[in-house]
Nanobody, 127 residues
Framework: VQLQASGGGLVQAGGSLRLSCAAS????????VGWFRQAPGKEREFAAA????????AYADSVKGRFTISRDNAKNTVYLQMNSLKPEDTAVYYC?????????????????????WGQGTQVTVSS
C-alpha cells in the first residue's frame, strides 16, 4: 500500500487543521493506520491510531481530547482532525499503515509495528 499525507500548513495557536492520509489499493480496509509526528531535533513519536475495522482508536496523552482520528474506507482515507493546536504540536506528521485484516480491532501505537509509511506533511503552529 502507498500512502500520501496532506493537509498540513501554518496555523495560529488555538486553530485547527485536518490532515488526510490517502492510500492506494483496494484492500485499505484491511490496514490499521497510525499518525506519528517528528519535531526538529526530536525522535518520531506516536500521535493517534485507528484499527482496520475503525472500531478502536488510540491517542497519545499529549493530544487526547484535541485530536480525532477517523477513516473513510470507501475513500481509502484516514483523517486526523486537530483542534486547539499548540506551538508544541509543530512537527512533520507522518501516516503509517500495517496489514491487520478487515475485522481487526487493534490500534497499533508503536513505530516498529508499521511497515508502510507516507512522506509526511508539515504542521506549524505559531504562538
Amino acid at each position: 500500500v502507498q500512502l500520501q499525507a496532506s493537509g498540513g500548513g501554518l496555523v495560529q495557536a488555538g486553530g485547527s487543521l485536518r490532515l488526510s492520509c490517502a492510500a492506494s489499493g483496494r484492500t485499505f480496509n484491511r490496514y490499521a493506520v497510525g499518525w506519528f509526528r517528528q519535531a526538529p531535533g526530536k525522535e518520531r513519536e506516536f500521535a493517534a491510531a485507528i484499527s482496520s475495522s475503525g472500531s478502536s482508536t488510540a491517542y497519545a496523552d499529549s493530544v487526547k481530547g484535541r485530536f480525532t482520528i477517523s477513516r473513510d474506507n470507501a475513500k481509502n482515507t484516514v483523517y486526523l482532525q486537530m483542534n486547539s493546536l499548540k506551538p508544541e504540536d509543530t512537527a512533520v506528521y507522518y501516516c503509517a499503515a500495517e496489514y491487520a485484516g478487515s475485522s481487526s480491532s487493534v490500534a497499533y501505537t508503536l513505530i516498529y509495528e508499521y511497515d508502510y509509511w507516507g512522506q509526511g506533511t508539515q504542521v506549524t503552529v505559531s504562538s
